[in-house]
T-cell receptor, first 111, second 113 residues
Framework: DAKTTQPNSMESNEEEPVHLPCNHS???????IHWYRQLPSQGPEYVIH???SNVNNRMASLAIAEDRKSSTLILHRATLRDAAVYYC????????????FGKGTKLSVKP | DTGVSQDPRHKITKRGQNVTFRCDPI?????LYWYRQTLGQGPEFLTY????????KSRLLSDRFSAERPKGSFSTLEIQRTEQGDSAMYLC???????????FGQGTRLTVV
């Protein structure tokens, strides 16, 4: 699986938007971009995934660069419950690929 | 609750003992994954099943580890002759096919003393 690069940590203020970046310069044509988050003392939670087009769901939006070498997870209004480690993962949709986690970005949300 | 469930949630064992964990995936999910996570690290892939077939095993899965999914439903992960280095959170996840999101259980925290 191709690797991703994320900042180790980010801070945000409550009620403000948060943009979590991810670089994946070696992405291949069949790799999907997945985002998961892990709250303290819980298992990871699926957030969103996409291939080429931007994606929206009730939790977040995923903006994918035109060349697909980077993406941004957008939380439109951060809440204290959004404080978690966010993982950006590439997953080959064409093979039997599993999810390979990196260290992720630890997001802190200040009231 | 129709999510992924894992049992037990916590396990303390003495070094050298065998332990077995169980994972019940979301029904109709054909894929089941096992991960291990230590403090401050992201989850590390161990193995996964498609239905009852074990399709991939990580190099992390030494010969003391064995996983089964006998009828393509629940799965067990057994660790024989536990070592202190096996202390970690063991996570199970399931998904419907490869491209979909995976849903994780709460994990089993193993402490080897």
């Amino acid at each position: 699986d191709a690797k991703t690069t994320q900042p180790n940590s980010m801070e945000s203020n409550e009620e403000e938007p948060v943009h979590l970046p991810c670089n994946h310069s070696t992405i291949s044509g069949t790799d999907y971009i997945h985002w998961y988050r892990q709250l303290p003392s819980q298992g990871p939670e699926y957030v969103i995934h996409g291939l080429t087009s931007n994606v929206n769901n009730r939790m977040a939006s995923l903006a994918i660069a035109e060349d697909r070498k980077s993406s941004t997870l957008i939380l439109h209004r951060a809440t204290l419950r959004d404080a978690a480690v966010y993982y950006c993962i590439l997953r080959d949709g064409g093979s039997q690929g599993n999810l390979i986690f990196g260290k992720g970005t630890k997001l802190s949300v200040k009231p | 609750d129709t999510g992924v469930s894992q049992d037990p949630r916590h396990k303390i064992t003495k070094r050298g003992q065998n332990v077995t964990f169980r994972c019940d995936p979301i029904s109709e999910h054909n894929r089941l994954y096992w991960y291990r996570q230590t403090l401050g690290q992201g989850p590390e892939f161990l193995t996964y099943f498609q239905n009852e077939a074990q399709l991939e095993k990580s190099r992390l899965l030494s010969d003391r580890f064995s996983a089964e999914r006998p009828k393509g439903s629940f799965s067990t992960l057994e660790i024989q002759r536990t070592e202190q280095g096996d202390s970690a959170m063991y996570l199970c996840a399931s998904s419907l096919n490869a491209g979909r999101g995976a849903f994780f259980g709460q994990g089993t925290r193993l402490t080897v003393v």
